[in-house]
């Protein structure tokens, strides 16, 4: 028997729990909520509508101009113009697969689920504030983090005074949750 299919320490039974579960794919569902799917289809609409039709135009013009290897002008809307089109299959295939979810239905619980605006400690009594939020609206900056996110993953499901567990490159940590507040239905 091949030593390739061999167990080589009882370690791999402990360190099990310690794993993060993997990432869903990335083109699996695509979880938004109204606002960000409004956000992203306004996006989408601007540029189809008027970002295109006026680098279309800037294009023309340019290219009626004579040389086109020097033409600056031309050039760069040319360019433009493939980023344009870029962006739009990009948004399309996002919103096609987007699953718009209303995070308010949650509203007074105290369970993590997607939308839920979260205050957790680490083992040093440092608190943090997020709010969990789909792949195409989440700002870092802003304290918004991905639903797919290490975090996000390590405290969905989880309950205020729940101890969670972080799987982080230099080992576990632990996280206790402190608050869970949701937007107010509309």
Do not use: C
């Not at 023309?60 to 962006?87: C, P, Q, T, V």
């Not at 948004?91 to 605006?117: K, N, Y």
């Not at 799987?167 to 949750?177: I, S, W, Y």
């Amino acid at each position: 028997m091949s030593k390739a299919f061999t167990k080589e320490t009882d370690q791999d039974d402990e360190d099990a729990g310690d794993q993060l579960a993997p990432a869903p794919a990335p083109e699996g569902k695509n979880y938004i909520t109204r606002g960000g799917y409004e956000r992203l289809r306004a996006e989408l609409f601007h540029l189809m509508d008027e970002e295109r039709p006026r680098i279309v135009e800037i294009v023309h013009w340019a290219a009626g101009n004579g040389d086109r290897s020097e033409n600056g002008d031309y050039l760069y809307g040319k360019k433009r113009l493939r980023e344009i089109d870029r962006r739009i299959r990009f948004l399309t295939r996002r919103l096609e697969i987007a699953e718009v979810v209303d995070p308010s239905v949650h509203h007074g619980g105290d369970q993590v689920f997607f939308g839920a605006t979260v205050t957790y400690a680490d083992t040093a009594g440092v608190e943090t504030t997020v709010t969990i939020l789909g792949v195409d609206e989440a700002d870092n900056a802003q304290g918004q983090i991905s639903w797919i996110s290490p975090v996000a993953r390590a405290l969905l499901k989880s309950r205020v005074g729940d101890l969670v567990r972080l799987v982080v490159p230099g080992g576990v940590q632990e996280l206790e949750l402190l608050d869970v507040q949701y937007p107010a239905p509309a």
